[in-house]
Structures are given as C-alpha cells and as structure tokens.
C-alpha cells in the first residue's frame, strides 16, 4: 500500500474538506458493517483512519510531508549513485583495444563473402516463390473471372436458380474470394429490380415468379419480399397462397397489427372462413388492449382520447363485429360494435353492424337510434333495414 495521500486517493494539493470528503468515502467503503468476516476491509479501515487523523491535522500533515520528502530524496540520490556506477563499468568496457591485423582482415572479408553468397541464394528462392505465388494468383482469378461470366450467362438466360446454384458451390470451393459475395448480391439485387418492374407494370404473374425465386435465394428472406409476394398473390386471386405470405410475414412481425387484420380480412370475405378470421381478430384485440394499458393504464378507456388512436384499432374491431355476426355470437359483435363507436364516432358502419345485432338478440331498444345514426353518417343500406326493424320496433 502506498503513503496516505495513495490511500485516500487524493493530490497532495488536497485541502481540508476534500481529505475529509475521501476520509468519508474510504470509511463507508471499508467499515467493517459493510464488510462482515473480511480481514482485509478491516486492515484497510484501520489504514483509511490513520491515515486522515495524520492529514487532517496541520501538525502532523507538515510533519508526514516531511518525511516523505526525504524518502522520496534519499530514493533519488541512491538512483542516481547506481547510474554512476553503471556509467563507470561501460567506459571501462570502452578502454578495451583490438589489434586490427591481417588475419582479422581476412577474417572479416571471408564473413562478408559468406553473407553475400547466402543473401543471394536467399534472395532467389524469394523472388522464384513471389514469381511462383503471383502466376498461381493470376490463373486463379483468370479462372474466378470465367465462373462469374459463367455465372452471369445463366442469369441472362433466365436460369435463376441455376445461377445461384453455380454462385454458392462457387463460395463454398473457395470462401476467402470476395467477388463471389458481391457476384451473389448483385444477382439479388437485379432480380429485386425485374420484380419491382414487373409489379409496378401491374403483371403481377411475372412479378410474382420473381418475387418467389428471390425468397428462395435471400438468406434470410426479407420481410419486404414476402409482403410482394401476398401482395401479388392477391390480386392475381390466389387467396391461399396470400394468406400464407402474410401468416410467415406474421411470425416474423406478431405484433403487427396490420397483417393481423389483412389475415383476417382474408379469411373473412375471400376464403369464407370466419373461424380463423375471428381468431386474427381477438388476437388484434389483445394486442388493442396489452397497448393501450400500457400507456395509459387499466382504465385506458376513461383516460385516453379516441381520436389519438390509430384507424386500425377500429378497423379490428369493426372487422371483429361481422365476423361474430356471421357466427351467431351476437353478445360478442354489440360490444365489438361499442369498442368501434368508441374509437370513430364519426364512422357510419358500427352503428349499422349494432343495429343487425341487437335485430338477432331480440333487443330494439335503440335499433333505430343506432340506424338513424348510420343513415345521417351516409351508410346505404338504412332505408330498407330501418323499415324493417323499425316497424317490428312499432
């Protein structure tokens, strides 16, 4: 351990109140409450407190100063009688003379020659190697730069896969060459482009051959490129094959609420599978709920204002609504119709959806408040539901 400054951790320039602020923050650290059992916490307290009632006092600080000065000189002057010594034992090494002669002439002469000769020798089997090591390296990227004009002929041709194929097996002879990585993602990246083209033209037949061989090299696949590939499989009406791009697009994201909705909606109005849709649905109504309380609490309803929640909360639970209409759950479709007015006053549908469900549960207390409403937001369908609702109502 060193002197008391070292041990307190401060200058010697430390003035009062900053020893006593180290003297406190010494003692808590090694007080012996704090360090039950432990030998050297305790030695340490005991040099801490020694060491700051010496400091604190100006008397014996003046006197401490003065003792460590004379060591620290008495240390100085022996480094430098050490020097000296060593001094003296090199300039008597240097008082030493050789007898330069002919036979050390001779000597040093053959010792040059034999360098020389093995520098030679050396230096030739460098430069035969680094001439060896140069040609290897010129066959081989004569060789990479033939498999990648390869590589390229069976992309241009159409042969994807066979391209991607060639490119790995490529990789995998040889890891350490940079241009089959950069061969690879330019091969990603033009096939991106003719797909990107392909859809914007709205073919969405030979975006979507594209789109798939693009999956199959991308590693992992983008979560882009399988958003296209749902897209195009929908609006070439191929609702199966959608909905199982955005189911993987769901595993990757879960709590997009998005893609919860347009699996449902799928479900709902094209694969005629309200089941599955409700369930996408009342998972969005968990995921509805697990956020909003996490921002405002449990009684998030009371505290928030509906007009800061975004459109897809509604569309879930308006979504929700018809799929539990379609289901008989009536009970379930009113509140999912609450939730709804709820989040979008201003929205005509919920009020419509209400209507039809209460119609079911036998309950016309505020049919037609609520058709009324749906008429005055510009729902279409009220005249003909209002008559026949209404009258039964009378």
Not at 176 to 202: G, P
Request: proline share 3%; charged share 25%; with cysteine.
């Amino acid at each position: 351990m060193g002197n008391y400054y070292e041990i307190l951790g401060i200058d010697h320039s430390a003035s009062a109140a900053q020893i006593r602020a180290a003297y406190k923050r010494k003692a808590m650290r090694y007080h012996p409450d704090h360090n039950p059992g432990s030998k050297e916490a305790e030695e340490m307290f005991k040099m801490v407190n020694e060491a700051y009632h010496t400091l604190s006092d100006a008397l014996k600080k003046s006197r401490y100063d003065a003792h460590i000065s004379r060591v620290y000189t008495d240390t100085i002057d022996y480094q430098r009688e050490i020097n000296k010594m060593r001094f003296y034992q090199w300039q008597r090494m240097q008082e030493k003379h050789y007898r330069i002669d002919k036979e050390y002439v001779k000597i040093q002469a053959l010792a040059f020659l034999v360098f020389t000769v093995i520098a030679g020798f050396c230096f030739a089997i460098i430069h035969s190697a680094q001439y060896y090591t140069q040609q290897r390296q010129l066959e081989q990227f004569l060789a990479t730069t033939n498999a990648l004009k390869h590589v390229d002929t069976l992309f241009n041709k159409g042969q994807f896969d066979e391209a991607f194929k060639t490119i790995q097996k490529l990789k995998q002879e040889d890891p350490s060459e940079y241009r089959y990585n950069y061969a690879r993602d330019s091969l990603v990246n033009a096939l991106r482009a003719m797909a990107t083209k392909k859809f914007n033209i709205q073919d969405f037949a030979g975006a979507v051959g594209y789109y798939i061989t693009l999956r199959n090299h991308e590693n992992p696949a983008s979560f882009e490129t399988i958003r296209q590939i749902s897209m195009c499989q929908y609006y070439l009406g191929n609702y199966k094959e959608s909905l199982n791009a955005y189911k993987q697009l769901h595993n990757l994201r879960p709590y997009n609420l998005e893609l919860v909705y347009r699996i449902g909606m799928l479900n709902l109005e094209k694969l005629e599978n309200p089941e599955e849709a409700l369930y996408y649905f009342s998972y969005g109504k968990k995921v509805f709920k697990e956020n909003l309380t996490e921002i405002y609490g449990a009684a998030f309803e009371v505290i928030m204002d509906p007009n800061d929640a975004p459109d897809i909360y509604f569309d879930l639970f308006e979504a929700r609504a018809r799929a539990n209409i379609q289901l008989g759950h009536f009970d379930e479709a009113v509140t999912d119709c609450n939730w709804a007015i709820f989040l979008r006053r201003d929205r005509s549908n919920p009020y419509l959806l209400r209507a039809v469900a209460n119609e079911q549960r036998r309950n016309f207390d505020n049919l037609c408040t609520d058709l009324s409403k749906a008429k005055k937001l510009g729902s279409p369908d009220t005249e003909a539901l209002a008559r026949k609702y209404c009258r039964r109502v009378n």
